[in-house]
């Protein structure tokens, strides 16, 4: 697990070493990180390091004071930098080191007067600010024909929203620290914040690199050791790796039987939505369930019988299982939103989606409960527990959100999105970054459950409820690997097909 820390902490955790005068070299070795990481994309990416060219957007704080140093080591390696600063000043001691090793300085600052010329051949992206004022001529002058932009104009120490000029078509961006306009503590982000290539983070792991705008506005993610280790404390959160994911796995025993590989009951699927249930059976014999027993009516039980013969139907919920897994499909029908109440009540380990989401109360939670909200079901689960919460809200924290979710019904709750959070009502907290934009379609949340509800009835990862986070943000990575047992990322998948790939998926990590 990759453990991430807020701004705030990872600022607490600087302060002993600046009182004790270790700043210099805390920044050095920050930019030492920077300016490497910038060589190896440029190198990737461009084919040489010397002859290359490059520009920073200069901030007024230490992160414009990062780049101005890391710059410098550039400069040395053949590089030609241009530093464009934005603020009414820049760091002395960076500025200075800049300018001697032969640096390029362009004052793009706010009362700027006599910006250059825009050359005739300039093309630019969108998404930055030409307001045609000379200070943004000067800027998107400065920048033009840059191989690589690096954006320092703030890091940590961000206030409120920022304005940052257009950059040149073709740049590869890299963010000292985070993204300029990035909350670090949630992920929210200015509007105008701008998309990296590859970040270089500084000391830890930021969590508004891991979740929200922020984590899709990143890129690759480069941690730098500063030396903050001894005094960064606990995290705020982590983020699931591959090696996680093959270390939680759960694995038949030699002498394992259908009963010991787990059996799993499903509600799921109804007369008008038949086919969440077999998304829902496919993945979960896919993930290598002992058996499955579903809960199903009408056409639901028909399509299930053909598509997924390994299902073993059942009556009603009243049959012996390990675990359920309740809601995909089952829309407003009455018998089957009774089912999937009663399921809940067994005291089982139970996976509660979809429909079944929408009549989960507070006191159904307990700690072998996860829910599998999307932020509108989040923002219904919330609003019904009381809370006063937006759509808007849950997007720009969705770690807090979750959270909350999880204290108030007691359970866990994996908040489904572009990054998956998966959050215990203690606070514990596991992040899933696996898959992308492949896992949004209809149907692809149905195999989600199927693969939770097969971990959930194996059982022997269930401890209390911060393993069963693991166990959910193991298998949102199962989830999410599916999207590269197909083509390439690129290649459209269907969700049927996600529930096919799942044992493809468990391959991929397993061996
Ligand atoms: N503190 C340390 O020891 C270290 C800090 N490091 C770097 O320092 C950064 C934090 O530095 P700072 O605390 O100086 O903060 P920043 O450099 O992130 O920004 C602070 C400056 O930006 C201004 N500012 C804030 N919001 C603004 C907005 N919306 N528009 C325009 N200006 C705005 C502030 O007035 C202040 O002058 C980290 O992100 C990291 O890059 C690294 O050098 C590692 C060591």
Request: aromatic share 4%; glycine share 14%.
């Amino acid at each position: 697990m990759i453990p991430a820390y807020t701004g705030a902490q990872v600022r607490a955790a600087e302060q002993p070493l600046l009182d004790a005068g270790a700043g210099p070299g805390l920044m050095r070795r920050a930019a030492h990180g920077l300016a490497r990481h910038t060589a190896e994309l440029l190198r990737r990416e461009r084919g040489r390091v010397y002859g290359t060219r490059a520009a920073a957007l200069v901030g007024t704080g230490n992160n414009g004071g990062d780049a101005l140093f890391a710059m410098a080591f550039l400069t040395r390696r053949g590089v030609a930098c241009t530093a464009v600063l934005l603020g009414e000043k820049a760091h002395d001691a960076g500025l200075a080191a800049f300018r001697r090793a032969g640096g390029r300085v362009v004052d793009g600052r706010p009362g700027n007067n006599a910006g250059a010329q825009p050359r005739e051949d300039e093309d630019t992206d969108d998404g930055g600010t030409d307001d045609g004022s000379p200070r943004w001529r000067a800027a998107v002058a400065a920048l033009a024909g840059a191989d690589v932009v690096i954006d320092a104009v703030l890091g940590t120490g961000a206030r409120g929203g920022i304005e940052l000029p257009l950059l040149p078509n073709g740049a590869l961006v890299v963010a000292c620290d985070l993204p300029s306009g990035v909350d670090a503590d949630t992920g929210n982000a200015a509007d105008s914040a701008l998309e990296a290539d590859l970040t270089v983070t500084f000391g830890a792991l930021k969590t508004g690199l891991a979740v929200g705008r922020g984590h899709l506005l990143a890129g690759r993610v480069e941690v730098v050791d500063i030396g903050l280790g001894p005094h960064l404390g606990d995290p705020d959160l982590y983020v699931i790796e591959r090696s996680d994911v093959a270390r939680l796995l759960p694995r038949p025993a030699r002498d394992a039987h259908k009963y010991s590989r787990g059996v799993l009951g499903l509600v799921a699927g109804c007369d008008r939505y038949p086919g969440a249930a077999v998304l829902s059976a496919t993945a979960a014999v896919n993930a290598g369930l002992g058996m499955l027993r579903t809960v199903a009516l009408g056409r639901a039980a028909e399509l299930l019988a053909h598509a997924v013969p390994e299902a073993v139907p059942a009556e009603d919920t009243d049959v012996r299982v390990q675990a359920w897994a309740v809601g995909p499909g089952i829309g407003d029908d009455a018998g089957q939103l009774a089912a999937a109440k009663r399921a809940i009540a067994s005291g089982l380990p139970c996976v509660v989606d979809a429909s079944a989401l929408r009549r989960f109360e507070p006191s159904d939670g307990r700690g072998n409960i996860v829910l599998t909200p999307h932020a509108g079901e989040l923002q219904d689960l919330l609003t019904r527990a009381g809370l006063d919460v937006e759509a808007g809200d849950i997007a720009a924290d969705p770690v807090r959100w979750a959270r909350r979710a999880a204290s108030t019904y007691s359970s866990v709750v994996l908040l489904k999105g572009p990054a998956t959070v998966c959050a215990a009502p203690d606070g514990y907290t596991v992040v899933c970054n696996a898959g992308g934009p492949e896992l949004a379609t209809a149907g692809s949340g149905d195999v989600l459950t199927g693969i939770i509800g097969k971990f959930l009835a194996t059982g022997n990862q269930l401890g209390d409820t911060r393993s069963l986070v693991q166990v959910a943000a193991t298998a949102a990575a199962v989830h999410g690997l599916t999207v590269h047992t197909i083509g390439s990322a690129a290649t459209p998948q269907s969700a049927r097909a996600l529930a096919e790939r799942v044992s493809a998926a468990v391959d991929t990590v397993g061996n």
